[in-house]
C-alpha cells in the first residue's frame, strides 16, 4: 500500500499550491469521457523512486458557521489517523500565531512523523529572519519551501521518505486478485464480502456510511485466490458535510488504486444515479478491470423483458464503460454471487493481454482499408504502425504523421477494431498518439 501524506495547517498558508506544486506534473489527463469528475484534494506523486500519496486537506473547506479553531483541529485529526507522514505548513509573511501552536500540539501527541515546512520564503539567498521563530513550535528544523517558485520541494519531500515504512515491494509474490468493492452507501457492497467469505467481517446496518475505511479480508476457493477490499460508500457532495466522509472517496480511490478488479454496486431498485457514474468514473480513470454488479436484484419485480430493459439503462447510463460485463445478482439471498469469480478472473486476464506488434498491425491494416483515415484541408492522416507498451490496462501508442489529424471519432473507431478482434473485456484501453514526421512530406 502506497504510503499516505498529508498537508495540515491553517487556512491561506498555501496547502492547496504546494500540493498542486508538488503532483502537478503528474495529474492524470482524462480524455473525453463524459462525467468523470473528481475532487482533487489528494493525487500520486513520485520522489527518489518511492511512490505515494499526498492529500491536501485544504480541499476541505470549513463551513460558513464553524469555528476556524475547530475545523482546523478536525482536518489535522483526520490527516493524523490516516497519514503515515504530516507536513505541516505554516506560512512566514504572518509569522508564528497562536492556532500554529494549537496544531503543533495536537500533532505532536499523535506519535506521527511531522515535517515542518515554512511557506512563502520566495526570494533566494539569505533566509527570511523570520522563519527562525518556527522553532519554537518544537518541531525540529523546519524546511524553507517557496509553493509559488518550487524551491526547498525537494528538500522537503526528502525528509518525508526518509519517515516512510520501508518499501514491501507491493506483495509482488502474492498471487491472489485484488478486488475493490465500490459503490454508493448502502447498496450492499459489505452484505457482499459478507456473502462471500460466510461471516459477518465486516459491520452491516442500514445507517449509510457504516464502513468508515476500507477493510481487506483475504479468501481462497476452487477459482482461486482472492483478496476483497470493502470500501466506505462514496455520497453526494451535498450531503458531505463532514469532512470524514470527504474522506471516504480517498479511501475509496485508495483502494481502487490497490486493486486489480474492482466490483462497481448499483442497487436494482433505483437504478444508475449520479453518483454511481462519478464512482464508476474513478475506476475507470483508473484504468482498472470493471464489472458492473447490480445487487439487489431479489427485490426488483420481473417479467421476461425486466433484465433486458435494465442492463440497456445501465449501458445508456454508463456509456463510457461498454466494455464492462453486467452482473445481477442479490448478496441477500446469495443469487448468482458465485458466477463472480470467474468473471474477476477473466476480467483480470483480460486486461493483463499482451498483443504482439505484427497483430496489432494487421489489424490497423485491416481497419485503415474499410475507414480511410480523416482529412483536413487536404493534409491525410498517415498511420505508420502500432505497438503495445503496457498491460493492466493494455496501453497501446499509435505512431502517426499528425496528432491534430487524429481525431476522437478515429480513435474509437480503432479501439473498437482492437476489441472486436481480440475481445478485452471488462478492462478499458489506453491509446497514446505520438507523431514520428511525414516521411514524405
Known amino acids: 500500500?502506497?504510503?499516505?501524506?498529508?498537508?495540515?495547517?491553517?487556512?491561506?498558508?498555501?496547502?492547496?499550491?504546494?500540493?498542486?506544486?508538488?503532483?502537478?506534473?503528474?495529474?492524470?489527463?482524462?480524455e473525453d469521457t463524459p462525467g468523470v469528475t473528481r475532487d482533487r484534494i489528494y493525487g500520486e506523486c513520485e520522489w527518489a523512486g518511492r511512490k505515494f500519496m499526498l492529500v491536501d486537506t485544504g480541499g476541505i473547506e470549513p463551513r460558513a458557521d464553524s469555528e476556524i479553531l475547530t475545523f482546523m483541529r478536525e482536518q489535522a485529526q483526520i490527516a493524523i489517523d490516516h497519514a503515515d507522514v504530516i507536513i505541516f505548513l505554516t506560512d512566514v509573511k504572518t509569522g508564528l500565531t497562536a492556532n500554529d501552536h494549537d496544531v503543533a500540539n495536537m500533532l505532536l501527541k499523535s506519535g506521527k512523523p511531522i515535517v515542518l515546512a515554512v511557506n512563502k520564503m520566495d526570494a533566494t539567498g539569505a533566509l527570511d529572519p523570520d522563519y527562525y521563530e518556527f522553532y519554537n513550535l518544537g518541531l525540529g528544523d523546519p524546511v524553507a519551501v517557496s509553493a509559488v517558485h518550487g524551491h526547498g520541494t525537494g528538500d522537503l519531500l526528502d525528509e518525508c521518505i526518509r519517515h516512510f515504512p520501508p518499501d514491501d515491494g507491493e506483495d509482488e509474490e502474492d498471487d491472489a486478485i485484488k478486488v475493490a468493492v465500490i459503490g454508493k452507501p448502502n447498496v450492499g457492497k459489505s452484505s457482499l464480502v459478507n456473502r462471500i467469505l460466510g461471516q459477518e467481517r465486516v459491520i452491516v446496518s442500514n445507517a449509510a456510511g457504516t464502513t468508515r475505511d476500507a477493510i481487506d479480508s483475504r479468501f481462497e476457493n476452487e477459482t482461486g485466490k482472492y483478496v476483497f477490499i470493502d470500501t466506505a460508500g462514496m455520497r453526494k457532495k451535498s450531503k458531505v458535510d463532514e469532512s470524514i466522509e470527504r474522506y471516504s472517496v480517498l479511501r475509496a480511490t485508495m483502494a481502487i488504486d490497490r486493486a486489480d478488479v474492482?466490483?462497481?454496486?448499483?442497487?436494482?431498485?433505483?437504478?444508475?444515479?449520479?453518483?454511481?457514474?462519478?464512482?464508476?468514473?474513478?475506476?475507470?480513470?483508473?484504468?482498472?478491470?470493471?464489472?458492473?454488479?447490480?445487487?439487489?436484484?431479489?427485490?426488483?419485480?420481473?417479467?421476461?423483458?425486466?433484465?433486458?430493459?435494465?442492463?440497456?439503462?445501465?449501458?445508456?447510463?454508463?456509456?463510457?464503460?461498454?466494455?464492462?460485463?453486467v452482473l445481477f445478482l442479490s448478496a441477500a439471498t446469495g443469487q448468482r454471487v458465485g458466477r463472480l469469480f470467474e468473471l474477476i478472473n477473466y476480467v483480470n486476464q483480460q486486461s493483463c493481454t499482451r498483443i504482439t506488434t505484427g497483430q496489432l498491425n494487421n489489424v490497423l491494416e485491416d481497419a485503415q482499408t474499410r475507414v480511410q483515415p480523416p482529412t483536413d484541408?487536404?493534409?491525410?492522416?498517415?498511420?505508420?504502425?502500432?505497438?503495445?507498451?503496457?498491460?493492466?490496462?493494455?496501453?497501446?501508442?499509435?505512431?502517426?504523421?499528425?496528432?491534430?489529424?487524429?481525431?476522437?471519432?478515429?480513435?474509437?473507431?480503432?479501439?473498437?477494431?482492437?476489441?472486436?478482434?481480440?475481445?478485452?473485456?471488462?478492462?478499458?484501453?489506453?491509446?497514446?498518439?505520438?507523431?514520428?514526421?511525414d516521411k514524405e512530406g
Open 1 to 30: 500500500m502506497k504510503p499516505l501524506v498529508a498537508i495540515v495547517g491553517r487556512p491561506n498558508v498555501g496547502k492547496s499550491m504546494l500540493f498542486n506544486k508538488l503532483i502537478g506534473q503528474r495529474l492524470a489527463i482524462v
Open 262 to 325: 474492482c466490483l462497481i454496486l448499483i442497487d436494482a431498485t433505483e437504478g444508475v444515479t449520479e453518483q454511481d457514474t462519478k464512482v464508476a468514473g474513478l475506476a475507470h480513470e483508473a484504468g482498472k478491470a470493471c464489472i458492473i454488479v447490480v445487487n439487489k436484484w431479489d427485490l426488483v419485480e420481473k417479467d421476461g423483458k425486466t433484465m433486458d430493459k435494465m442492463r440497456e439503462d445501465v449501458r445508456r447510463d454508463l456509456a463510457y464503460m461498454t466494455y464492462a460485463p
Open 377 to 437: 484541408k487536404g493534409r491525410r492522416l498517415k498511420i505508420y504502425y502500432m505497438t503495445q507498451v503496457g498491460v493492466k490496462p493494455p496501453h497501446f501508442v499509435v505512431f502517426c504523421n499528425d496528432a491534430r489529424l487524429f481525431h476522437f471519432s478515429y480513435r474509437r473507431y480503432l479501439e473498437n477494431c482492437i476489441r472486436g478482434v481480440f475481445g478485452l473485456e471488462g478492462t478499458p484501453i489506453v491509446l497514446t498518439v505520438r507523431e514520428r514526421g
